[in-house]
């Protein structure tokens, strides 16, 4: 959308903005590809297939990665990934004990 980081995460915090996440290698694209994982906003959990047993990996916009429950509600995803929303929350309940 031509943002700059600080923009993308300003009201939220680069450590609140979820920025990638990883996901199975059907729905993978290749690297150089000018192009994004694409899903629908409604049903955004229910798209997300779980890579590992106990969630999946969730980089932030501070450069972290953690493990996040694969069972998240589509409220919780919509909040990690929402840009400039607001809607801080606590990462801790949301981290998976992989």
């Known amino acids: 959308t031509g ?11 680069t450590s609140n903005t979820a920025m990638m996440i990883e996901v199975t290698a059907e729905q993978s694209i290749i ?11 409604d049903g955004f959990a229910d798209k997300l297939k ?10 932030m916009c501070d450069a972290s990665v953690g493990t996040f429950k694969a069972d998240l ?23 998976s004990n992989r």
Not at 31 to 41: N, Q, R
Not at 50 to 59: E, Q, R
Not at 80 to 87: K, R, S, T, Y
């Open 3 to 13: 943002m700059k980081l600080e923009e993308l995460s300003s009201k939220d915090g």
């Open 31 to 41: 690297w150089s590809k000018p192009d994004d994982f694409e899903i629908d906003a």
């Open 50 to 59: 779980v890579v590992w047993k106990n969630g999946l990996n969730v980089a």
């Open 73 to 95: 509600t589509e409220k919780q995803w919509r909040a990690l990934f929402g840009v400039q929303d607001g809607e801080v929350m606590d990462l801790n309940e949301l981290r």
